[in-house]
């Protein structure tokens, strides 16, 4: 596996996600279940929609206990090499979170744009949404609205009040009537990789089948993942605080110069 197609390639940028054909082997999304198995039941006082940092083992300041099965996920060459596709040669690995919806009894994301919640300046990112289960229409699968990314801006959000909502902001109607929307559907171990300035949401799941993602984060180089510009809090909808965050530098070199791969890992020695 050497990245994403051409094709691939130009459906990413014309849409602002792609559903490439690579995917994950029977034995790597088991393992991987097992990995969120034992997260939720490390984690009982968290919604399973609310794993941030799962690629944490140490825990974070966010109070969520990861796995190292997932931080070696995200250094997997093969979905390196895709996200290399659109994102050059050198990548930071910043943030990692579970997306587990319950059967019956899992959440809804409204419509909203990553970088609203973000501090990465440029803003740039981009995530790729891995399926550790099946994941479709009838149990809240990723939604997107296809080419909402094309102007490269952040739109205006407002927050959104309703109960049993994974985050509390969301795209303005006026700025969504424009797309129309399309399900992700995806067999567990494929994935989707999505632009941080695409548009998109998912159901609740009202099926009688759980549905589990990992959304793994990735920025290239010469961006600064910026600690302070966005304070701690919950305006997100649940507990954030950038203000540790660790960065891994995964892939090339950090063309920027300017982002600290030492705060939030452990002093050596």
């Known amino acids: 596996?050497?990245?994403?197609?051409?094709?691939?390639?130009?459906l990413y940028e014309e849409q602002g996600y792609v559903v490439p054909k690579f995917s994950l082997s029977q034995s790597e999304v088991d393992a991987l279940r097992t990995a969120i198995d034992r997260m939720i039941d490390n984690n009982p006082d968290v919604r399973p929609e609310h794993l941030v940092n799962a690629h944490l083992a140490a825990g974070s300041e966010e109070g969520v206990t990861g796995a190292d099965e997932i931080l070696e996920l995200t250094?997997?060459?093969?979905?390196?090499?895709q996200v290399e596709s659109v994102l050059g040669p050198d990548i930071v690995l910043w943030g990692?979170?579970?997306?587990?919806?319950?059967a019956g009894d899992g959440m809804e994301v409204?419509?909203?744009?990553?970088g609203q919640y973000w501090p990465i300046r440029p803003l740039?990112?981009?995530t790729v949404w891995l399926a550790i289960d099946d994941s479709k229409a009838d149990n809240g699968c990723l939604r997107v609205l296809p080419g909402s990314h094309i102007p490269q801006k952040l739109f205006e959000h407002h927050t959104d009040s309703r109960e049993r909502l994974t985050l509390s902001q969301a795209v303005n109607d006026e700025y969504m009537q424009d797309?129309?929307?399309a399900d992700v559907e995806l067999d567990a171990g494929q994935m989707s990789l999505h632009d941080v300035y695409l548009i998109h949401g998912s159901n609740q799941n009202t099926s009688e089948r759980r549905r589990a993602g990992i959304a793994i984060r990735y920025m290239p180089s010469t961006s600064v993942f910026e600690r302070d510009l966005i304070k701690p809090g919950s305006s997100s909808g649940f507990k954030i605080d950038f203000s540790k965050r660790?960065?891994?530098?995964?892939?090339?070199?950090?063309v920027s110069g300017r982002n600290d791969f030492s705060v939030?890992?452990?002093s050596p020695g």
């Open 124 to 126: 740039a990112n981009c």
């Open 110 to 114: 409204p419509w909203h744009q990553d």
């Open 264 to 266: 939030g890992h452990p």
């Open 96 to 102: 990692c979170q579970v997306f587990c919806k319950p």
């Open 1 to 10: 596996m050497s990245g994403l197609t051409d094709q691939e390639v130009r």
């Open 75 to 81: 250094r997997h060459p093969a979905i390196l090499d």
């Open 179 to 181: 797309y129309r929307a």
């Open 246 to 254: 660790p960065l891994w530098l995964v892939r090339g070199k950090d």
